[in-house]
């Protein structure tokens, strides 16, 4: 039983363009979201997150979205560079955000930028 | 800071061959992970450690083992090894906020 979906394995961009990466969950006790980026022979890195008492989260290019009742959230990115040509990850916890509980991943997306 | 720093990066071993998988961290974190990643999947965790002395179990256990001696080591032990276990192992350590993950090591069990 999958708690956490990404359901599009792969998605590809132009550059400068946005891309729009989709995380659905299943798990009503998640309370905390991530996204992190992974590339080829690296350990995923964190990208940013968001508290489940937020809609909305912004750092620089990159935005994510929840929408608690639809249990949907969104990483947007804008615009897109060739270097955020990844693998990205969505990720829940239920606890205290994300630190000190079990991290719960989906499948993840790959993203390719084209320059 | 070198984070989290796991040893070896790449390992073949034979089936029924045993090893162990090191996983050290330098960030005085308490909890600490270790997490399987199958090719087209997302990371599974295998068994995670909330402090010195105490472990507990994951979502995919079996065929592994681990300890929890220190603060900055959590070695995870696979005693048999099985082709099924063939994937890219990341040991991870969260303080308050995010996780931090290793490089990962990737085994192939031939």
């Known amino acids: 039983d999958q708690q956490v979906k990404q359901n599009s394995p792969s998605l590809s961009v132009q550059e400068g363009r946005i891309s729009i990466l989709n995380c659905d969950y299943t798990?009503?006790?998640?309370?905390?979201f991530l996204w992190y980026k992974k590339y080829p022979a690296e350990g995923p890195t964190f990208l940013i997150s968001?508290?489940?008492?937020?809609d909305k989260n912004e750092d620089g290019r990159f935005t994510v979205f929840l929408n608690k009742s639809a249990k949907h959230l969104s990483l947007h990115i804008v615009p897109s560079q060739p270097g955020d040509s990844a693998v990205y990850f969505c990720?829940?916890?239920?606890?205290?955000?994300?630190?000190?509980?079990?991290?719960?991943f989906g499948k993840g997306t790959k993203l390719t930028v084209n320059p | 800071n070198a984070g989290v720093t796991q040893t070896p990066k790449f390992r073949i071993l034979k089936i029924g061959q045993s090893m162990t998988l090191q996983c050290t961290q330098d960030m005085n974190h308490n909890y600490m992970y270790w997490y399987r990643q199958d090719p087209g999947m997302g990371l599974k965790l295998i068994y995670y450690s909330v402090g010195a002395g105490i472990t507990d179990k994951g979502e995919v256990p079996n065929g592994y083992n681990v300890s929890r001696s220190t603060t900055e080591d959590f070695p995870l032990r696979l005693e048999l090894a099985a082709p099924s276990q063939t994937s890219v192992y990341f040991c991870?350590?969260?303080?308050?906020?995010?996780?931090?993950f290793g490089q990962g090591t990737r085994l192939t069990v031939v």
């Open positions: 991870a350590t969260t303080g308050n906020t995010e996780a931090f």
């Open positions: 798990n009503s006790m998640f309370d905390y």
């Open positions: 968001i508290s489940s008492i937020k």
């Open positions: 990720a829940a916890s239920g606890g205290t955000q994300g630190g000190s509980e079990k991290l719960v």
